[in-house]
Structures are given as structure tokens and as C-alpha cells.
């Protein structure tokens, strides 16, 4: 097994001649080798995945692509941009939500664009492959449109449509609750720290996880496992406050999850639990709607 590698490959043109610079985004291994070695041209004659060889191979792109056949290999020679894979190599569905993520050669397509060329995309796994078939067109003019920034921004999460309407606690690299696994208060009764390997981008913000199945089960329905108040001290809120958060000082209420700042607003906050949240509900849409969209910005502390 190759070691996985994002290459973000710079071109740029001496000082004499002309001046340009591109930026490829590209998913090999260690070898430089693109779709885990499978044969791309075989999507297109064969419509299945067929592991190529290092005995058939062509460098297109920055990229190697291993083929099956020698015939492969002169197909794809004549014809690059025909056969070449999109987004880098990268998944498809992940593209479309604005940032990279890698890929499952079993779950490789071709599908028409939006001019009926039939180009090669790629999907992380199973649950990935089901996101996109619910709207394939759609989301293939989504990742078309969003990969150049993509790109540029080095393969992170860049802003979405519709992240602006939200006001969520985030670092300065967009990750939420301090990369705390936000499914793990729910069904570890626990505080636990994510791992980078399941990340799951939502609202413009990032989750880690400890596991791929808490990834999937935040994946299947988010809402139900998302801290209150937008990650935000619950106490705080009540007051009609922005504080940030212990992530390690929680609890769950009514099946929502409540995080605080400190164990003094903690105990402050279960001094009248039912009322304090009400207080908090009715807070937090203007505090939202105030804040969406912008920088966080904490308060300070209550007197």
C-alpha cells in the first residue's frame, strides 16, 4: 500500500518570458500516481474498475495514470482531457460542498456535463456516491464552479452559499468545538477529542470524529448531534452573551447538547435548567442574526 499524498503543484514561468502561475490540486501516493493506479480509460470501455500496471503508463498533468492494456495506454495518449479524471483526483460529492477529500477507485463514474462530455468523476465511499445521485447534474455544476477556489485555498473548505446565515464557534481555521467529537457526548456519555482521519464539514464549519461510524451517524443527520447556541457558552446566551466554551463542561438536554464555559456557569445554568434555556432559545436568533457571517468575536464576561 502507497503512502497518500495531496500535491499542490506550483508552476511557475522564469523571469524571462512570459508570467503565469497555476496551482494543480492533485490526489496521488508516494509515486505520483493518480486513482490508486486504476485504469481510467477502462471507466469509459469497460464501465467497472480495472487496476492498471506499472508496465502501462503515461504522465499527464503532473500526474501518472496506470492502464490495463497497451491499447489503453494509446487511447488515453491520444486523448488526455477525454479520459483524464476531474477535481484532481479528488472526490466529486467533496468538491461540490467546497473542499477535497479522497477517493474509492469502486466508486469511479462517468457522467455527462452540463454539455454532454462525458467526463470521469470519482467518490469517497458509498455514502458519498448516495449524496451525489440525489441531484448528479446539480452537483456537478456545483463542483465545476467551486473547484478554482478550491484550488486556490489549497484543498480547505472555502465559504458556500448559505454558510453566512450561521454563527458558529470557530477557530481561525474554521474548525468547531475545538475538535472535540461531537457525536461523543451523545453515544460515549463522554468528552472526546476528533481525529483529522473523519472530518465532516457543515455551515461552514469543520467536525472532527473519532471514528468513521460517529463521521457518518453526524453525516446521516448533523442537527441532531450540533451543540447549541452555534457551540456557544449556553449560560451565556441566557444573558444574551457570546462566550466560548470548556468543551470538556457539558450536558445534554431534552436530546440537545449543552456546553459551557466554566463549571461556575455550569452550576449557574442548572440553578434553573428549564428556565435558562428558555431564556437562552429566545436569545439566540437575534444574537445569529446580529453575528452570522462574521469573525467571532467574544463578550465579555458577565457581572
Same mark, same amino acid.
Given at each position: 500500500?502507497?503512502?497518500?499524498?495531496?500535491?499542490?503543484?506550483?508552476?511557475?514561468?522564469?523571469?524571462?518570458?512570459?508570467?503565469?502561475?497555476?496551482?494543480? @490540486?492533485?490526489?496521488?501516493?508516494?509515486?505520483?500516481?493518480?486513482?490508486?493506479?486504476?485504469?481510467?480509460?477502462?471507466?469509459?470501455?469497460?464501465?467497472?474498475?480495472?487496476?492498471?500496471?506499472?508496465?502501462?503508463?503515461?504522465?499527464?498533468?503532473?500526474?501518472?495514470?496506470?492502464?490495463?492494456?497497451?491499447?489503453?495506454?494509446?487511447?488515453?495518449?491520444?486523448?488526455?482531457?477525454?479520459?483524464?479524471?476531474?477535481?484532481?483526483? *479528488?472526490?466529486?460529492?467533496?468538491?461540490?460542498?467546497?473542499?477535497?477529500?479522497?477517493?474509492?477507485?469502486?466508486?469511479?463514474?462517468?457522467?455527462?456535463?452540463?454539455?454532454?462530455?462525458?467526463?470521469?468523476?470519482?467518490?469517497?465511499?458509498?455514502?458519498?456516491?448516495?449524496?451525489?445521485?440525489?441531484?448528479?447534474?446539480?452537483?456537478?455544476?456545483?463542483?465545476?464552479?467551486?473547484?478554482?477556489?478550491?484550488?486556490?485555498?489549497?484543498?480547505?473548505?472555502?465559504?458556500?452559499?448559505?454558510?453566512?446565515?450561521?454563527?458558529?464557534?470557530?477557530?481561525?481555521?474554521?474548525?468547531?468545538?475545538?475538535?472535540?467529537?461531537?457525536?461523543?457526548?451523545?453515544?460515549?456519555?463522554?468528552?472526546?477529542?476528533?481525529?483529522?482521519?473523519?472530518?465532516?464539514?457543515?455551515?461552514?464549519?469543520?467536525?472532527? *470524529?473519532?471514528?468513521?461510524?460517529?463521521?457518518? @451517524?453526524?453525516?446521516?443527520?448533523?442537527?441532531?448531534?450540533?451543540?447549541?447556541?452555534?457551540?456557544?457558552?449556553?449560560?451565556?446566551?441566557?444573558?444574551?452573551?457570546?462566550?466560548?466554551?470548556?468543551?470538556?463542561?457539558?450536558?445534554?438536554?431534552?436530546?440537545?447538547?449543552?456546553?459551557?464555559?466554566?463549571?461556575?456557569?455550569?452550576?449557574?445554568?442548572?440553578?434553573?435548567?428549564?428556565?435558562?434555556?428558555?431564556?437562552?432559545?429566545?436569545?439566540?436568533?437575534?444574537?445569529?442574526?446580529?453575528?452570522?457571517?462574521?469573525?467571532?468575536?467574544?463578550?465579555?464576561?458577565?457581572?
Amino acid at each position: 500500500m502507497y503512502k497518500r499524498i495531496f500535491a499542490l503543484m506550483v508552476f511557475t514561468a522564469s523571469t524571462v518570458g512570459q508570467v503565469s502561475a497555476q496551482k494543480p @490540486l492533485i490526489n496521488l501516493d508516494d509515486k505520483g500516481v493518480i486513482i490508486d493506479g486504476y485504469d481510467p480509460v477502462a471507466y469509459f470501455t469497460e464501465g467497472k474498475p480495472v487496476q492498471g500496471t506499472e508496465q502501462y503508463q503515461a504522465t499527464h498533468n503532473g500526474a501518472i495514470y496506470y492502464f490495463g492494456s497497451e491499447a489503453n495506454k494509446k487511447s488515453f495518449e491520444l486523448d488526455p482531457k477525454k479520459y483524464e479524471v476531474q477535481f484532481g483526483g *479528488f472526490c466529486a460529492y467533496a468538491v461540490s460542498q467546497g473542499h477535497v477529500s479522497p477517493i474509492n477507485p469502486n466508486f469511479c463514474i462517468v457522467q455527462k456535463n452540463e454539455q454532454g462530455i462525458d467526463k470521469l468523476i470519482c467518490q469517497h465511499n458509498q455514502k458519498a456516491a448516495d449524496l451525489w445521485n440525489k441531484n448528479p447534474e446539480g452537483l456537478l455544476l456545483d463542483a465545476d464552479k467551486y473547484w478554482p477556489a478550491v484550488v486556490k485555498n489549497g484543498g480547505k473548505q472555502i465559504p458556500l452559499k448559505g454558510a453566512e446565515h450561521f454563527f458558529i464557534n470557530l477557530d481561525k481555521d474554521g474548525l468547531a468545538n475545538q475538535g472535540y467529537d461531537v457525536v461523543a457526548y451523545f453515544t460515549d456519555s463522554k468528552a472526546v477529542k476528533g481525529n483529522e482521519k473523519f472530518s465532516e464539514w457543515f455551515h461552514g464549519a469543520k467536525y472532527l *470524529f473519532r471514528s468513521r461510524e460517529n463521521q457518518e @451517524l453526524f453525516r446521516d443527520n448533523p442537527k441532531e448531534y450540533l451543540p447549541q447556541y452555534g457551540g456557544f457558552c449556553a449560560y451565556a446566551m441566557s444573558l444574551g452573551k457570546v462566550r466560548p466554551v470548556n468543551p470538556e463542561i457539558f450536558s445534554i438536554e431534552g436530546g440537545r447538547l449543552m456546553l459551557q464555559h466554566t463549571q461556575e456557569a455550569y452550576d449557574l445554568f442548572y440553578k434553573d435548567v428549564a428556565g435558562n434555556i428558555q431564556k437562552a432559545d429566545a436569545q439566540w436568533p437575534e444574537v445569529n442574526h446580529k453575528h452570522a457571517g462574521k469573525a467571532v468575536k467574544f463578550d465579555k464576561p458577565a457581572k
